[in-house]
């Protein structure tokens, strides 16, 4: 049995190279047993050991009270450092905060605005992207956000809505209901050439596709999805060339000014040990094998679900860990799938599925017979 303690002599007979032993990751997971779960863009699934893991911090080190400082200092900067080579970012460049939302709405209170700037999003961001933004009009600027007509040019769409008073573009690098990925280098070439900064939500993206957030000034994004790991943590990235730019609203003892860092207290550290181990696992099986199975996988549902007359939303070429199809009657899908222990996601009319690397074609195939022909 895998636990905290010997991760990496798992890994090491587990792993096969590039490939992925799906029937010893599979038992990493085992609700995998109870149920086909291809819901990890709404929650990922905890591997056994993961909790010990967290109380770790309890029964090993804070037990100590203060004397364990150094170990859990330890685990915060070991997880900064996979998290920052996950981005391909310096590790100084990243912090925690409680949330994604979190870090957005720090941002979009630090971000220097006056009035006639704009704030370019598309239309239909997750709420909380648009949100965490809608004070920046108390400030005077302008929240412009871009209708989306067609998955395929959701990237020139948005671009297109920038100008040259746009100072801040922000978008999620996979999109939450119809897991579209955008062109994030050709965002980034059209902001700068406005002076403009790049906000990415990376919720959907990072633990399902290769990441490079070098190209954003600022990338965050939760950990209890694609990465496994727990609620109340989000990583936040703010590249060096970025943190001259902003004054952080709220500080503390960890930021007490000239820092720039938008942390301003504790991390949460019981999750934190969660998430270091996790991605230590990760890391362990090896991101491409992860993100080549994420690959596979959607384009395998993706071809599946097309040939049982179903329209697939999520372009083939655009895509990341989610593929979403039209169903204007997706509540009532997603109940008849639950009914029979298959679990999905309903979002604005979409079904939304996300298998992750512990899925296998069997899940898939189960979905798409409990599925069946589109009935229109």
Not at 128 to 150: D, F, K, M, Q
Not at 164 to 185: A, E, I
Not at 249 to 266: C, D, I, M, T, W
Not at 311 to 319: D, F, H, I, K
Request: aromatic letters at 8%.
């Amino acid at each position: 049995m895998i636990t905290y303690h010997n991760i990496h002599e798992w890994v090491a007979q587990t792993q096969r190279g590039a490939v992925l032993d799906s029937k010893a990751v599979r038992g990493l997971f085992p609700y995998l047993a109870e149920a086909t779960y291809l819901n990890t863009a709404a929650t990922g699934l905890s591997w056994t050991g993961q909790g010990a893991a967290a109380a770790r911090f309890y029964d090993e080190d804070k037990s100590r009270g203060y004397g364990g400082r150094e170990q859990w200092r330890g685990k915060l900067q070991r997880t900064r450092e996979l998290v920052s080579g996950l981005l391909g970012v310096d590790p100084q460049e990243v912090s925690f905060a409680s949330s994604t939302t979190e870090v957005l709405n720090l941002l979009a209170h630090s971000v220097p605005l006056k009035s006639g700037d704009e704030v370019v999003l598309c239309a239909d961001e997750f709420p909380s992207v648009i949100l965490a933004w809608s004070p920046a009009a108390l400030r005077g600027a302008e929240l412009v956000t871009v209708p989306v007509t067609s998955e395929r040019s959701r990237t020139d769409e948005l671009i297109g809505g920038i100008t040259r008073s746009t100072r801040v573009v922000c978008v999620s690098h996979v999109h939450w209901c119809t897991g579209t990925r955008v062109d994030l280098d050709r965002i980034a070439s059209a902001a700068r050439a406005v002076g403009a900064k790049v906000v990415v939500d990376g919720a959907h993206a990072l633990g399902a596709i290769d990441v490079d957030a070098s190209v954003a000034d600022f990338y965050t994004g939760s950990t209890f999805k694609w990465l496994l790991s727990g609620f109340g943590v989000a990583y936040s990235m703010m590249r060096q060339r970025a943190a001259a730019e902003i004054e952080p609203v709220f500080r503390g003892y960890a930021n007490e000014a000239p820092s720039r860092s938008l942390q301003y207290s504790h991390a949460n550290y019981p999750v934190m040990y969660a998430l270091e181990a996790t991605l230590e696992l990760l890391e362990g099986l090896g991101w491409q094998a992860i993100e080549a199975r994420v690959s596979s996988l959607t384009e395998t549902l993706h071809r599946g679900v097309v040939a049982a007359g179903w329209e697939v939303v999520t372009p083939m070429e655009s895509r990341a860990g989610i593929i979403s199809i039209r169903d204007p009657n997706a509540p009532q899908t997603v109940a008849r799938l639950l009914a029979e222990r298959v679990e999905v996601e309903d979002r604005a009319g979409h079904l939304r599925v996300s298998p992750h690397f512990y899925n296998n074609e069997a899940d898939l195939r189960r979905f798409l017979d409990v599925l069946g022909r589109n009935p229109g």
